[in-house]
Nanobody
Framework: VQLQASGGGLVEPGGSVRLSCAAS????????IGWFRQAPGKEREGVSC????????YYADSVKGRFTSWRDNAKNTVYLQMINLRPEDTAVYYC???????????????WGQGTQVTVSS
């Protein structure tokens, strides 16, 4: 059972990045999937989550209108599209599973390795 977040990189302010969260060994559609980020010296922060029941999505206020998450069940992958990126979005981004959609990282398991997103000119 493993999750892998990918797609990060260096992007200029105002740019966009699409992150992927791929699973091996289990079906992502059976779980709520959360996206979290952690910047140096800061606590892990919930960015977005998508429910398992009806794919309802939730977003942190700081990213509403800029980030969008969705599932592609055929690919067993969840995506996080990030647009209009700001320097304060710089962090390592992680995905994880939960039995219900919450923004509390303590409710999540199966953390994969994160992917670095750096927003800088």
């Amino acid at each position: 059972v493993q999750l892998q977040a990918s797609g990060g990189g260096l992007v200029e302010p105002g740019g966009s990045v699409r992150l992927s969260c791929a699973a091996s060994g289990f079906t992502l559609d059976d779980y709520a999937i959360g996206w979290f980020r952690q910047a140096p010296g800061k606590e892990r922060e919930g960015v977005s989550c998508i429910s398992s029941s009806d794919d309802t999505t939730y977003y942190a206020d700081s990213v509403k209108g800029r980030f969008t998450s969705w599932r592609d069940n055929a690919k067993n992958t969840v995506y996080l599209q990030m647009i209009n990126l700001r320097p304060e979005d710089t962090a390592v981004y992680y995905c994880a599973t939960a039995t219900r959609a919450t923004m509390n990282f303590r409710d999540y398991a199966n953390w994969g390795q994160g992917t670095q997103v750096t927003v800088s000119s």
